[in-house]
């Protein structure tokens, strides 16, 4: 069976293969959409981990008003725990490979995936960094790869980029976006591979100057973290940044380009491509956190994170924005 022939009442099987971080927040999306999920990793004792995770994560929800006691009963009897590759594949439509990120493991996994998947089969990775091109050269089934790159979590924040590998099928492009708005996320689809692809190259280049400014003294990581969440942060999760500009001047974002093309210009050229990320930096940085927010909060504040964040998607649900359809 092929990911297009699931009907429309009933989500064919998938296979989360890997189940660390990421995985197990798959497992999270994959089983409230109402997929049969196969689970596996090659490691038994982080297996059971994802899976008892991925229940008290659905019991949690619970307690936080997003689903009811039988919903997140129905989503944890979804999950079969597999102990070889070769189970976990029995009878799903398709793979979500989230192992570890080297590019040789990655093939590794890869030539095992398309020995043992049945054809037809679409192999979806979560790589962060890696082209389809290099990680499927050679197999038989190229063609049924393909990338499908999450936000952590996975499970909160919708966001995938599905980048198709130079042998993906336009098929399995089709049925990969099909597949993953059934499972609620907001897949969307890149042109052609760049590292890091769009979402942490941006993430990357506000990061290199957020740390030269640390770094060169302009501001305290505790003023670039509020400068970010109490100014561009709040416009960026409404209107992306080409949308601030859009709103930035009255005439729309080419006015707004036009009238300061070249003050961006000029501080382009002052920006600084190699900042120094040293442990003095890293160091300060992590007290600025530690001073911000305590000691020992990393697991309460990803907590709040994550229940501010469905929040605000929930709000923009409500009150979308003009011309959503
Ligand atoms: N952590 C993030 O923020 C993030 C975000 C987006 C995408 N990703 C990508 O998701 C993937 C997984 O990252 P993670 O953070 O969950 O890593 P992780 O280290 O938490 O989990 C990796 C899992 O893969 C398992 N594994 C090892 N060898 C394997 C094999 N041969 N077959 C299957 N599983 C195997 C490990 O036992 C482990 O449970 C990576 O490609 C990563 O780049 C990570």
Redesign the pocket.
């Known amino acids: 069976m092929s990911v297009a022939s699931a009907t429309a009442t009933s989500p064919g099987a998938v296979a989360v ?7 197990r927040s798959w497992i999270r999306v994959f089983t409230r959409a109402g997929f049969p999920t196969r689970v ?4 038994a004792e ?1 297996l059971g981990r994802a899976v008892a995770w991925a229940g008290a994560s659905a019991r949690e929800d619970v307690h936080l008003g997003l689903c009811s006691y039988s919903e997140a009963r129905a989503a944890e009897g979804r999950i079969t725990s597999c102990t070889t590759l070769e189970e976990a594949l029995d009878g799903v439509d398709y793979v979500q490979e ?4 080297a590019v040789a ?1 990655k093939q ?2 890869y030539r095992e995936l398309d020995a043992a998947a049945a054809p037809g089969v679409v192999l979806g990775s ?4 890696n082209d389809m091109t290099v990680i499927a050269q050679g197999l038989a089934g190229a063609a049924r790869c393909i990338v499908a ?4 979590p996975p499970h909160v924040i919708p966001l995938v980029e599905v980048l198709a590998g130079a042998e993906t099928s336009p098929g399995v492009t089709a049925s990969t976006l099909r597949l993953l708005r059934r499972a609620g996320m907001a897949p969307v689809l890149l042109d052609r591979f760049a590292p890091g692809f769009v979402l942490n190259r941006l993430q990357a280049a506000l990061l290199r100057e957020a740390i030269s400014l640390v770094g060169t003294g302009v501001a305290s990581p505790q003023v670039v973290d509020v400068v970010m969440r109490e100014g561009l942060g709040l416009r960026w999760a409404l209107v992306g940044p080409f949308g601030t500009g859009h709103v930035n001047a009255d005439g729309g974002v080419g006015s707004y380009f036009r009238m300061y093309g070249d003050a961006y210009r000029s501080v382009w050229k002052d920006l600084d491509s190699a900042p120094n990320f040293g442990e003095d930096v890293i160091d300060a940085i992590a007290r600025g956190m530690t001073a911000t927010y305590g000691e020992d909060a990393v697991t309460d504040l990803s907590a709040w994170r994550d229940r501010m964040v469905r929040r605000i998607m929930q709000l923009k649900v409500e009150d979308p924005p003009p011309g959503a359809d």
């Open positions: 293969v890997g189940a660390g971080v990421i995985g596996y990793d090659p490691d982080q989230s192992g570890p990120e493991t590794s996994i979560s790589t962060s960094a790159h999450p936000v952590n």
